[in-house]
């Protein structure tokens, strides 16, 4: 099994800036990478598949990079809905796995 | 719109069984792969099951294995998770969520529901 490991577990931002959230994953899952958002209470919404493709709809402020084993999540101008649960899921082997989670806090 | 809509979590004690439902509307539901995707409470997301889209084929995450039986009737536009041998371990909410097309099982899941509860205690 492909353990996915994201850091940091909570990361204290300001409205307006720059958050940089990393994935790593403990053997190569090439590109297949995917980034989850979850606020409060809602359903996983997809960001980033492929580890760099923004999903439909998603801002452009959202932007995906890495492969291999090393995957990094950056979120430029950070607005009030964006403070949320990030987590990363490799869909290149079985099982599917995900990260343990960023909380990306105010 | 593209819509799932789970249903059949309820209160039950270990060792009980229970099925869960997954209503999909708005996209053309055989053309899809299927699957099932837990969250404990206050924990992280935790992959169950996948099927393929004809329903030929299946998989499961070790944890689930021999207990859990996903299915479909494309007929019906439905998903399914049969929950065998309960454990408290299995207290999450599930989800359903699509893979996100039509051509291979390596992608994402694009689409999810609200998930429904399922809740294993005496």
């Known amino acids: 099994e492909i353990v996915m490991t994201q850091s940091p577990a909570t990361l204290s931002v300001s409205p307006g800036e720059r958050a940089t959230l990393s994935c790593r994953a403990s053997?190569?899952?090439?590109?297949?990478l995917a980034w989850y958002q979850q606020n409060p209470g809602q359903t996983p919404r997809l960001l980033i598949y492929?580890?760099?493709t923004r999903a439909t709809g998603i801002p452009a402020r959202f932007s995906g990079s890495g492969s291999g084993t090393e995957f990094t999540l950056t979120i430029g101008g950070l607005q009030s809905e964006d403070f949320a649960v990030y987590y990363c899921?490799?869909?290149?082997?079985?099982?599917?796995?995900f990260g343990q989670g960023t909380k990306l806090e105010i | 719109e593209v819509q799932l809509v789970e249903s059949g979590g309820d209160l039950v004690q270990p060792g009980g069984s229970l099925r869960l439902s997954c209503a999909a509307s708005?996209?053309?539901?055989?053309?899809?792969?299927m699957s099932w995707v837990r969250q404990a409470p206050g924990k992280g997301l935790e992959w169950v099951s996948i099927?393929?889209?004809?329903?030929?084929?299946?998989k499961y995450a070790d944890s689930v294995r021999g207990r859990f039986t996903i299915s479909r009737d494309n007929s019906k536009n439905t998903l399914f998770l049969q929950m065998n041998s309960l454990r408290a371990e299995d207290t999450a909410l599930y989800f359903c969520?699509?893979?996100?097309?039509?051509?291979?099982?390596?992608?994402?899941?694009?689409?999810w529901g609200q998930g429904t509860v399922v809740t294993v205690s005496s």
């Open positions: 099927v393929s889209s004809s329903g030929g084929t299946t």
């Open positions: 969520a699509r893979l996100g097309g039509t051509t291979s099982f390596v992608l994402p899941f694009d689409i």
């Open positions: 899921q490799q869909y290149n082997s079985w099982p599917r796995t």
């Open positions: 492929g580890a760099s």
């Open positions: 053997q190569s899952v090439n590109s297949n």
């Open positions: 708005g996209f053309t539901f055989s053309n899809y792969a």
